[in-house]
C-alpha cells in the first residue's frame, strides 16, 4: 500500500473505529439495565468483528489481537457458557475503553488522522471524499467574491433602481447561497472529536482510584472541520485535568456527603454564531486560597483580595504555572493550560473558568463556528485601519488622561475599580503621521486571561472581516496575522491581540 | 464492457478497500451495501454480476442474505469475505449457494482471483 493510500485507509479506520466503539460502548451502557437480553452481545461481537478486520488490514496486529481477545470474552456469554452480570460487564466496559485508547494510539503512531475525510452522510447517497486543501481553494475564491460583492454593492448604492443596482442584488442572493453551501461542505460533527473523551476519561479514572461517569451531550452540532481538528488537545486536557484534580477518591466523596461516582460532563450548544463546548466536573472545586499564596510567592500578584474566576485563570494559565506545580503528576501527556490558552486565542476562541469549593469546576471554550470569517472591531490610527477579533474586545470606554498613571514605568489606565495596562496603537505600530486626536477611544480587550486597553485614534465599525493571507515581508510582526478588504474596498490588517501581549 | 460489483459490507473501510481492489482490477463498482437486507433490496435493483458478501452484518447477516439473494436469482454469483476462524459459516454461506471466498484480511491479487474465477465459473 502507497503512504498516499494508507493514509486515507488511516483515516477511515480512525473515524469508523471511534464511531464503533462509541456506539458499542452505549450499547454496553444499555445491556446493564437488561443483562439477560441476547441482543446487545451479538451487536456487540458485530463492533468487536469490525474493528478487528480493519486493525488487521491495516497490519495494527497487536490492536487485532487484543481485540480478538475480548472477542473471545465475549462468545462465552454468546454461547451460553457464562452469564452476563455486573461483574462482568464491568470488566467488558473496561476491556472497550482500553481498545478505544490502543485505537487513538494506534492513529497516533501513523501520524494522526489529518487526512480524514468528511464524516459520510447517509448510507444512500454518493460520497465524493474531498481533502481539505482543495476546500481552502474554493474557500479563498469565495473570499475574493465576497470582497468584490461589497465594492459592487458600495457602486450600487448610488441608485437602489438601477439595472445594475438590481443585478447586484440578484448576484448578492447567489453569494450568500454559495457561500452557505460551501461552508456546509466543510461541516463535521462534534462527536468524532467528543466521542474520543468518555474512554480516556474512565481510563485515567481507574488508574488514579477513582470512579467517573462522563456524559456527552450535543454532540450532533456540526462545526467547520478545521474548528473540529483543533479540539482534541484543549478537551483532554480539560478531560485529564478535572478526572486527575477536579474530581475526588470516592472515600473522600462519601465523606462530603457526594455520590461516590464522579460526575464530569461535556456539553455543546451553539450561541449565536459561536460553538461552546462546556467541561463540568462536580469535584472539589478549584482551592483558591491555595493558588493565590501560590501566585503571592511568586511574585504575579500582590495583597489579600480573594481571586476572582477571571483572575484565577489568568494565574493558571501563566506559562509554567500550573505544569510546574499540580499538573505534572498526571500521565506525561499533553500540553499545559497556558499553551491550551494560547492555541485557542491564536484561532479566536476563548477560555472561560467557573469554579465552587467543594462543588465542582466548569471550563467554557467558546469557537467560532468556522474560521477564514472573523466578526472584528476596526479601528483607525491616522488613515490606517487595522481590525481586532471581536472576541477578545470586552468594552469600548473613553480616553480619559486624568485617570491614568505611570506605573513601573508602564502607562496604566483607571477602570471601575481595576488599573489596566495601556497599549497604544500608534507606538504600538511606530506610526509617525499626524498628531491623534484630542479624544481618543480606549478598546479594553482580554487576552490569556489578562485585561488591556489599546488605544486608537478612533472606532470605525464592526465588520464580518474575511481573512486573506498576506506576504510577509521579513521583520513584520506575528501578531499581524493577515489582511482584509472592508466595504470602502480599503484594506485593513488584522491584528492578534493574544500574541501582542 | 467492465463487469458490475455490487459490494456488500457494514464498514466504510472494507467497502474502500474492496473497491478499490476491484477498480485496479478493472472491474466497476455496481454499487454498496450495509447491511444483508440491503444487500438483496440492491442486488434486485441493480443486477450485478458479481456479490461480495461480508459474513457478519446487522439486519440480515451475510448467510441469510445470500438464501435470498439465490431464491431470487439462482444463478447470482456470490464471493463470500470472511474473517479468521469462520469455516463453518463459509461452509454455510457455500451450502446456501455462495461460489467462493476470500479471507480477510485482504490480499488484492487473491481477491481479483477469486472475483476471476467466480465470474468465469
Known sequence: MTDLRRAKYVALFATEARSLLAGGRRTLDAWRDTPADAAPAEELFRVLHTVKGMAASLDFTALAERVHAVETTLSEVREGRRVADRGWLSLLAQDLDDLAIRCEDAILAEGGDAAAPEAPAAAATRIVRVDLERLDRLFEALGALVTARQELDRQAAADALSPVARAAQALGRHLDRLQDDILAVRLAPLAEVLERLPPVGRDL???????????????DLEVDRAVLDLLPEPLLHLLRNAVGHGLESPDERRTAGKRPIGRLTVQAHRDRDAVVIEVRDDGRGID??????????????????????????????????????????????????????????????????????????????????????????????????????????RELVAWDPA????????TVLRLREEWLPVLDLRRLLRYHG???????????????????????????GQVE??????????????????????DDGRPALLLDLASVV | ???????????????????????????????????????????????????????????????????????????????????????????????????DFVVKPFQPARVLEAVKRVLGG
Open chain 1, 205 to 219: 479514572a481507574r488508574q488514579l482510584g477513582k470512579d467517573v461517569e462522563v456524559v456527552i451531550d450535543g454532540d
Open chain 1, 288 to 393: 483558591r486560597e491555595r493558588v493565590a499564596a501560590k501566585a503571592r510567592a511568586a511574585g504575579i500578584i500582590e495583597g489579600d483580595d480573594a481571586l476572582g474566576d477571571d483572575a484565577l485563570l489568568a494565574i493558571l494559565a501563566r506559562p509554567g504555572f500550573s505544569t510546574a506545580t499540580e499538573l505534572t503528576e498526571l500521565s506525561g501527556r499533553g500540553v499545559g493550560l497556558d499553551t491550551v490558552v494560547a492555541r485557542l486565542h491564536a484561532v479566536g476562541a476563548s477560555l472561560t473558568l467557573t469554579t465552587v469549593a467543594g462543588r465542582g469546576t466548569a471550563f467554557t471554550i467558546r469557537l467560532p463556528t468556522r474560521l477564514g470569517i472573523v466578526r472584528s472591531l476596526v479601528t483607525g490610527v491616522g488613515e490606517e485601519r487595522y481590525a481586532v477579533p471581536l472576541t477578545h474586545v
Open chain 1, 403 to 410: 485617570a491614568t498613571r505611570i506605573d513601573d514605568g508602564r
Open chain 1, 434 to 460: 499626524a498628531a491623534p486626536p484630542t479624544e481618543r477611544p480606549a478598546v479594553v480587550f482580554e487576552a490569556n486571561g489578562q485585561r488591556i486597553a489599546l488605544l486608537a485614534d478612533r472606532v470605525v
Open chain 1, 465 to 486: 472581516a474575511v481573512v486573506q493571507p498576506i506576504e510577509r515581508p521579513r521583520g513584520m510582526p506575528r501578531w499581524i496575522t493577515g489582511a482584509t478588504v472592508l
Open chain 2, 1 to 99: 464492457m467492465a463487469q458490475r460489483i455490487l459490494i456488500c459490507d457494514d464498514a466504510i473501510f472494507m467497502r474502500t478497500m474492496i473497491a478499490d481492489i476491484l477498480t485496479s482490477g478493472g472491474y466497476e463498482v455496481a454499487g454498496e451495501a450495509e447491511s444483508g437486507l440491503q444487500a438483496v433490496e440492491r442486488y434486485k435493483a441493480l443486477q450485478p454480476d458479481l456479490v461480495t458478501m461480508d459474513i457478519v452484518m446487522p439486519d440480515m447477516g451475510g448467510i441469510d442474505a445470500v438464501r435470498a439473494i439465490i431464491a431470487h436469482d439462482p444463478n447470482a454469483r456470490i464471493l463470500m469475505c470472511s474473517a479468521m476462524g469462520q469455516q463453518q459459516l463459509v461452509v454455510e454461506a457455500v451450502q446456501a449457494g455462495a461460489k
